[in-house]
């Protein structure tokens, strides 16, 4: 089911209307403290930096407690107070399980201080350590799943842990029904669904008057974004449009990735014709007039890139990675195109339909953008306040 059709599979109500209108007014909720890692590049932490932004704008203390600090993060809104819940330098030379205590010692203290109304927390290590921390401290936890939890929440450990830990959140946010059912009853019930905020500036993108001919693909060079596969799929096109070429943005992974997307491009005699462009801050105007978006994942969770190229009215082409993000978003050859994953022949079939056929194209794109509708940061924003003061007012506690 497409979240365009109005209501987000799980029953969350979209409200188109960006001015609020109907939602709630009354606040339980005064302090609400963000747990993560870091503040580094990636999907999680621009949410978590959207939304504590906006909690503080609208009044709300507002803290994001973090392990670490990286070289390249997202900046914080200033009304926005940081913490810093990780190890010191001294802890550094202790070992892994002594680590694991620390840093679960310091997010009880920290709870303990700072009496947050409620704590959310983003990915799977930090879920972990927000429902071992919790007990005692009377604080409830909203954990968030952002990716796909059959890669990352399968196996013993995870189910261990899972087991041991999960009855004490007194809520989830997922982002697409695939992902809630992974999960026990007790959670899904009281939980859920909302998609990512699409930061405002992909929305204010005009059309372009031309598009170029250029085919892109946003993101970081790992392995389950599975570029390689985008690049043998523009190999099966290259002969056929001399004249394109495929740009990838996105920073290094370190994990060999990168490595094997450019001897793919090697193999396939691509040099010429296929860029590797790096991480980009401006992709607002370095890819809006490009003549086709391609996300090409094994799995996602909801794919901030797909969501801010389909704002900005960009023909997308998308694999149906799990858990479903991309089926949600797209209505095949409506606003989009679906093709299966790992499959360079079904990409290449998609995307020479656009070329071929810049009248779809633009259809598509244009059906695009009424993403804008139902991800704006304001609509985005409003489901989260609303729930959270829903578990504020009669979540459970630990």
Known sequence: ??????????????????????????????????????????????VVTNLAGMFADEGYETIVATEWVDENEYPLNPKVRRVH??????????????KIRIRERNLHRFLLTEKPDVLVSF??????????????????????????????????????????????????????????????????????IIVNPITQKYIDVPTPDKRTRTIVNVGRLVDFKNQTMLVRAFARLAPEFPDYILRIYGPDSGDGSKESI??????????????LMGDC????????????????????????????????????VATDCRPGAARMLIRDKENGQLV???????????????????????????????????????????QWRDYLESITEHGKTN
Do not use: W
Request: glycine share 8%; hydrophobic share 40%; charged share 20%.
């Open 1 to 46: 089911m497409s979240v365009f059709s109005g209501v987000i599979p799980g029953g969350t109500r979209v409200n188109p209307d960006p001015s609020g209108a109907g939602s709630k007014t009354g606040k339980t909720m005064r302090r609400i403290a963000f747990h993560l890692n870091c503040l580094t590049h990636g999907g999680a932490e621009r």
């Open 85 to 98: 819940v990780g190890l010191t330098e001294q802890d550094e030379n202790r070992g892994r399980l002594a």
């Open 123 to 192: 990915a799977i290590k930090a879920n972990y350590r927000a429902l071992a921390a919790c007990r005692g401290t009377g604080v409830p936890v909203v954990i968030s799943v952002r990716i796909d939890p059959v890669a990352f929440y399968s196996g013993p450990v995870n189910s261990l842990m899972i087991r041991l830990l999960f009855d004490r959140a007194s809520g989830a946010v997922f982002q697409t029904p695939d992902a809630k059912a992974f999960f026990a009853p007790h959670l899904q019930d009281n939980s859920v």
């Open 262 to 275: 450019e001897q793919a491009i090697h193999d396939c005699r691509l040099e010429h014709r296929v860029f």
């Open 281 to 316: 801050s401006t992709l607002e105007r370095e890819i809006a007039d490009a003549a086709v978006f391609a996300f090409s994942s094994d799995y996602e969770g909801m794919p901030n890139a797909l969501m801010e190229a389909m704002a900005m009215g960009l023909p997308v």
């Open 340 to 382: 299966p994953v790992g499959d360079p022949d079904a990409m290449a079939q998609a995307i020479r339909r656009y070329l071929n056929d810049p009248a779809f194209a633009k259809r598509c794109g244009d059906a695009a953008r009424a993403i804008r509708d139902i991800a704006n940061t304001r609509t985005v924003y409003e």
